[in-house]
């Protein structure tokens, strides 16, 4: 494993070949600074630089007239196949600021590994991080694909590929897979597949879709999941041109705050209104990715329409805000700018135990465990809570040696 010091000092230019450690520079010092070696530092949400990566992909795709057809269409444009990636994605960059996010060719040398291993790694010993949860970012749009069938095919390739490449690299690299959700039996099949490899600790349902999690469809997959003990992930996105809801919108940071709430929200309010939590009570759900603001408005609205018209859920036992009050929830993006209101959030939703550290990183708007780590109101044992021992009770991991 590379042991490289980065530096602190001011970069020039952060480029696509800028090294992790010194894009991080900063962060490693918070990180020596605030001496995490006494934490246990879970983070529940980075991604991995999987566009370089898609020309070993797709050689995994089942079918052979596919298969060639992706390897035709990466040769050309060297991104994923089939209109997966939404152009406005490229957004996320901030008009060709933060390169990283738009795409990275850092240097890497160790060739015992996988590059993304190593790059992973890198970011692991920045933030000081003992466990990294990692996503494919080019696949969060898929789940608007027009052919349910070229997502099933696609989370079929990519699925092993970070089984076999990146999750066997290093056991503190763990992934909640992708769940092609618009084919059930194949999401099925992808849970009684992948639960027992290396590194899965979970399944990740991409939210940017159109499909009613609650549709009678699906139950065979949750039941599947709870039985497994494998807990299930709302992963938030979002989408522009072609949602007839956000292209009234004329601005990315309009579609970004909204985007990223609004289809985890749609998926709440069917997930607990039609009672999916008391028919899976042992069923672990998490929503990533959204923030936490969203979530006192959704438990006092629903709580408030809930004790009037009980008679339409009638599957409920108690108020919504108590099954949500139960789920897990990422902290990335915190909206940390009022502490206030902050802290009553962290009540409603019992953050103490049901918050889980997340970072994001390589995106624009990543949080360090500094985020977690500085919070004024909170107490040791619940900040040690949230930036890991939360995550270790949920995947039931190991603790770290020496923590």
Not at 270 to 298: C, D, H, M, Q, T
């Amino acid at each position: 494993m590379e042991t490289k010091a980065a530096s602190a000092a001011d970069l020039e230019q952060i480029h696509h070949r800028t090294d992790t450690r010194d894009i991080l520079a900063h962060a490693r010092l918070q990180a020596e600074k605030r001496n995490y070696k006494d934490y246990v530092i879970f983070d529940v949400d980075s991604h991995h630089s999987d566009n370089a990566s898609w020309r070993e992909v797709v050689e995994y795709i089942e079918d052979p007239v596919v298969r060639a057809q992706a390897i035709e269409y990466h040769s050309k444009v060297a991104s994923p196949p089939f209109g997966v990636v939404n152009n406005i994605m490229y957004y996320q960059d901030v008009g060709g600021r933060i390169q990283h996010q738009a795409g990275w060719r850092e240097p890497v040398e160790d060739t015992d590994v996988h590059t993304d291993v190593t790059i992973v790694q890198r970011a692991m010993g920045s933030f000081g991080t003992d466990y990294m949860v990692v996503f494919p970012t080019k696949l969060l749009d898929l789940g608007k694909h027009p052919d349910p069938r070229t997502e099933a095919l696609l989370a079929r390739a990519y699925n092993p590929w970070l089984v076999e490449h990146v999750l066997s690299g290093d056991d503190r690299i763990k992934s909640l897979l992708y769940l092609p959700f618009s084919t059930p039996e194949e999401a099925v099949r992808t849970v009684e597949e992948f639960s027992d490899q290396p590194g899965v600790i979970g399944f990740m349902l991409t939210s940017t879709r159109n499909k009613p999690v609650h549709d009678n469809q699906y139950m065979k997959l949750y039941a599947t999941l709870q039985e497994r003990g494998m807990p299930l992930s709302f992963h938030g996105g979002y989408s522009w041109g072609e949602e007839p809801v956000t292209a009234q919108m004329n601005k990315f940071i309009g579609v970004h705050v909204v985007g990223f709430v609004l289809w985890n929200l749609i998926h709440m309010i069917n997930w607990v209104v039609n009672g999916l939590p008391e028919r899976f009570p042992g069923l672990k759900v998490i929503w990533i990715e959204s923030g936490l603001a969203w979530l006192p408005f959704l438990m006092q609205r629903l709580d408030n329409e809930y004790l009037k018209r009980v008679s339409e859920v009638p599957l409920l036992k108690r108020r919504p805000s108590e099954y949500m009050r139960e789920m897990y929830y990422s902290s990335q993006p915190l909206e940390a700018d009022n502490l206030e209101a902050l802290e009553l959030t962290f009540k409603m939703i019992n953050a103490e135990t049901q918050l889980l550290y997340a970072s994001d990183w390589p995106h624009w708007d990543f949080d360090p465990p500094s985020a977690i780590f500085d919070l004024p109101f909170l107490s040791d044992r619940a900040r040690r809570n949230i930036l890991g021992e939360n995550a270790l009770k949920l995947f039931n991991l190991e603790r770290p040696k020496g923590k």
